[in-house]
């Protein structure tokens, strides 16, 4: 049996060991009071999934199911070198950037017939065929095109091969648990395997599998199939955007020295030091964010251990970065291009 590390030790023991990178204690307790009336809300909840996001499937089907496989599978890359040209799509009299602009494309393609989130089609796409379904309405292509060709036949046989052809197979096969599906992503999908050596030890951060598992909860609303009781085992899905809330909201702090490399817009390597100190630090001030969240509706004498977990603090972190970009943009983000996140 291979050896998955769990992303909250990984986290655990990177923050422990970090130099560049600080989880503030004190600072992760104010954003948890900073959140304290926003998530007792009906959006902080499961509902805010598809209430907030038009893209996303708004039934809970087999098909809706695979939509969310395909889209996660490609969930990777979508910074833009500069912030005045990026990659966008139109949709429906609307401009999508970032990865919205990846739910644009693949809802564009299904409205022209292309059955882009069937197994058999996306296992046997080409490269011209993948151009074509994420073109872009500007100059600037979808970042990575040639790994997204890869990961998409790659991933695709695998489902034919193993689990005839449907994402919905493997959820039936976790049996309402998401470490068990989470385990299932990782044994068969080679992409979704994020990982890296941190202090000579493996450490894991499973961005897009841990996301996989979140959004097939959040798409089959958390019933049937996707009732996960262990929900609240997934931590948050370590990207780009989140830490850089994090240091804005000052729940987490840079060095000097980190600090200029990425004002200076330093491209670093998955697996570089500091990139994995900024995913770790963030997978554990986000865990304690939860912590002192539960403790604070404790103290009112409420048990919100059902509404309060780390995936819904990561969508709401992330529409958070959405909403505030101009008051984020000094804060910088890390630039790594890879298919991890």
Avoid at 123 to 148: C, G, K, N, W, Y
Avoid at 157 to 164: I, P, R, Y
Avoid at 199 to 208: D, H, P, T, W
Wanted: contains cysteine.
């Amino acid at each position: 049996m291979e050896v998955f590390p769990s992303p909250l030790e990984s986290a655990r023991f990177i923050a422990g060991n970090s130099k560049d990178v600080s989880v503030d204690e004190e600072g992760a307790r104010r954003v948890a009071e900073s959140l304290f009336d926003k998530a007792s809300a009906a959006e902080f909840g499961l509902a805010g999934w598809k209430s907030l996001h038009e893209l996303n499937p708004r039934a809970a089907s087999e098909e809706a199911v695979d939509w969310v496989f395909l889209v996660d599978t490609l969930n990777f890359s979508f910074w833009s070198e500069q912030e005045e040209q990026k990659y966008m799509v139109k949709y429906k009299g609307k401009t999508y950037s970032g990865y919205w602009s990846l739910c644009a494309a693949v809802n564009r393609a299904l409205d022209d017939g292309i059955p882009v989130t069937s197994a058999s089609y996306f296992a046997t796409m080409t490269l011209d065929q993948v151009r074509h379904v994420f073109r872009s309405d500007t100059e600037v292509p979808i970042p990575l095109i040639e790994e997204r060709h890869q990961v998409l036949n790659e991933s695709g046989t695998v489902l034919l091969e193993k689990f005839g052809g449907s994402f919905l197979t493997c959820v039936k096969m976790s049996e309402k648990s998401a470490q068990k599906l989470l385990r299932l992503v990782l044994e068969n999908f080679p992409s979704y395997r994020d990982e890296a050596v941190f202090e000579k030890k493996k450490v894991s951060f499973y961005k897009r599998a841990q996301i996989l598992v979140a959004d097939t909860w959040s798409v089959l609303e958390g019933k049937g199939d996707g009732s996960f009781d262990d929900i609240s085992s997934l931590t948050i899905f370590a990207d780009y955007r989140i830490p850089q809330v994090l240091v804005h909201l000052k729940a987490m702090k840079y060095s000097e020295e980190l600090m200029k490399k990425l004002r200076e817009g330093t491209i670093f390597q998955s697996g570089d030091k500091e990139e994995v100190e900024i995913r770790g630090c963030s997978i554990w001030c986000c865990a304690l964010i939860c912590k002192h969240l539960l403790e604070l509706y404790e103290k009112k004498g409420q048990d919100m251990r059902d509404k309060i977990n780390a995936v819904l603090l990561d969508y709401h972190l992330w529409d958070y970065a959405r909403d505030h970009r101009e008051e984020m943009k000094d804060t910088p983000f890390h630039r790594v291009r890879c298919i991890y996140y």
